[in-house]
């Protein structure tokens, strides 16, 4: 008995800390952990004369309990797995969507590069052609004033 207490407390445990464990079934899992597997031919706390089909029926499985846990788990699981390949599309794509967002916000960055390295060259080239005309009229003033010495 001290056997089946101190499971329960570790199933108990367990469920805290992994929300995908079934609690259904966790008084038959224990006692199955303890006392070992049924044997078809007996009903467990039953007494030695009756047998499955007496107690459960013909056309029950419930004397059998880990086929249907088995199946239900693995239906769990697929679930699970479709639930993940679908949140892993989602972010597949989301991804996909922020590298082309970042790959036009570069593109426009290189434009914006572009047109201010342009926009620079002119500025440049505007100085130079004032520059020379400051030359050039500094040039003529001092050519009058050689002429009028």
Known sequence: MEKLKEKKTEYKAIVLTDS??????????????VLGPEKHSRVRFQGSGVTPTQYFGSGSQQYMPYRSQTQAEVQRLRDQIAQMQASTVEQITEVERKYEELQQRLRADAVARKAAAAGREVAAAAKEAEAAAMVAEQSRKYDELQLQL
Do not use: A, G, K
């Not at 995908?20 to 952990?33: A, F």
């Open 20 to 33: 995908s464990v079934n609690l259904e079934n966790i008084d038959n899992i224990i006692i199955t952990e």
